[in-house]
């Protein structure tokens, strides 16, 4: 029997991407399973963006992930959208389906995935988003589809902020609403999941949080953090104080790279393994 030396080819592109961990994560599930499957960190600038996706095509490979600048940019080079994704109108993931380039966003996906996994429901909650970047815009629109009944999204942009509102009362079947973020912002007191959906407390500036009054977070709260560097953020443990639940954002990136690993190998992810590898992999800093 011929021996096959070629391995099967997955990645990330994006610039910068120096510091982007998601390889070791996928790398060590491949090693798991024993795949012959390589996923290369790749800097492509914007003006290079086509070229690369052709080389996607030419290269056979299995997909790509997308990270800043170009999840939205990639858009007109691919050949279908998911529903999520169309509606985001931004694509973290590229599945190769024999030729076909489809466009998937897995990060909202993940994170309902995580909290499934802590048992926390979504359908008839009242969600409170802070932010609304791409990682917001992606949760709130997978909350959004859920089931959720309500959706308040507080930005200090105005703009971004209402936009996403709209988005989500447009497109889903849920109603949202834009709340201006004021200083030490209350959180509305009907809060089921309170999301932080910005960058704020991402490693290195570990001492920030979101400016809110954390006297109004109780125990009937569910907080989350988008940020998974630091794992504990302390936003989360403000929160724990005040006697709410917490997830942190490591269960969404794992789940996120478990479910972009299923896409491309067809087959189950070890998410145990992608788990310990990526919270080492950030306790060593
Ligand atoms: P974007 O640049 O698209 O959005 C950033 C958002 O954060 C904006 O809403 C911005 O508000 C807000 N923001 C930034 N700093 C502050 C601050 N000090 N106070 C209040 N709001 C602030 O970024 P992304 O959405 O792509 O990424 C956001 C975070 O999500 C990052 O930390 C990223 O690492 C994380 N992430 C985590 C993932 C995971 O799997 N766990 C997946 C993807 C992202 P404004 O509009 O007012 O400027």
Known sequence: MSKNYRAELVGVIGDPVDGNPTGVMEEAGFAALGLNFRYLTIKVLPQDL?????????FHMRGINLTMPHKVQVIPYLDELTEAAGIIGAVNTVINQDGKL???NTDGKGFMIALK??????????ITMLGAG?????????????GASEIKIINRDKTRGVALAELITSRTGCTAEYIPWTEKKTVPADTNILINGTSAGLFPDIDMCPDLDY????????????VFNPVDPLFLQ???????????????????????FRLWTGREAPVDVMYKTLEAEFSEE
């Open 50 to 58: 086509e070229d690369a996706i052709r080389g996607v095509r030419a």
């Open 102 to 104: 489809i466009g998937e």
């Open 117 to 126: 996994n802590e048992g926390i429901p979504v359908k008839g909650t009242h």
């Open 134 to 146: 791409g990682a917001a815009k992606a949760i709130a629109v997978e909350c959004a589809l859920a």
């Open 215 to 226: 006297a109004t977070i109780h125990e009937g709260m569910t907080v989350c953090d988008v």
């Open 238 to 260: 403000k929160s724990r104080a005040n006697g709410a639940r917490t997830v942190n954002g490591i269960g969404m990136l794992v789940n996120q790279g478990a479910m972009n």
